[in-house]
């Protein structure tokens, strides 16, 4: 996701293709946890991404956009993992009953990569059926973005996950087989603010970089 502060170039990419036809399962949600009803809110609208920002902090992962805003029950595992699992399961095995698509679980990791992304494959390995589509064609992806290990130490993690790409960053063959999409700062690119249309020649210019990043069957 050409992340665009967050939310970003995922939902500009089709904005600024006329052509394509999209659906809620081409939008991201943010900060949902800030809601009265995490995951489900958006689960239930069909949304084809999900994003939840954790933090390590005594051996768990607690879920919270700033440092401060964390509270103990606000973790990963019954905000997220476990509403995912039971959903899942309640639908054959895939992410929704009356649908073949699926959606992305996206983890922001706000703390350093380790321990915090130790602690989610723990988590996430008690559910292979789940997460790991070598087990389950219809699993949920997991990506990690935020901090996130080097290119070169992609191979040290489980084939399961996956990784947010960077557009200054180059990849050989097997590292740009774990990016799942890429996401950059839309002020590097535009000063548009969403109000009224986007300046033409940055437009162009967005739509440089989405192809770019399509051109190599990534998400932007």
Known sequence: ??????????????????????????????????????????????????????????????????????????IIDSLYIHPIVKTFRQNGNKAWHNSPSAYQLLIDIKTDVEPALTLLIEKLKKFPDVFDPSVNANAIRVVISGNRPAPSGFKNYPQFIFFDGKLNTKYDGRQLERIALFSENMKKFTIWNGRGPIPEKEETRLKQVIDSVHHINKKS
């Open 1 to 74: 996701m050409i992340k665009i502060v967050s939310v970003a170039l995922f939902l500009l990419s089709f904005s600024i293709s006329a052509k394509a036809q999209y659906s809620s399962l081409n939008a991201h949600s943010h900060n949902d946890y800030d809601h009265s009803s995490p995951f489900y809110g958006v689960y239930l609208n069909h949304f084809g991404s999900i994003e939840a920002d954790v933090w390590a902090i005594d051996g768990n992962l607690f879920v919270a956009h700033h440092r401060s805003e964390i509270k103990p029950e606000k």
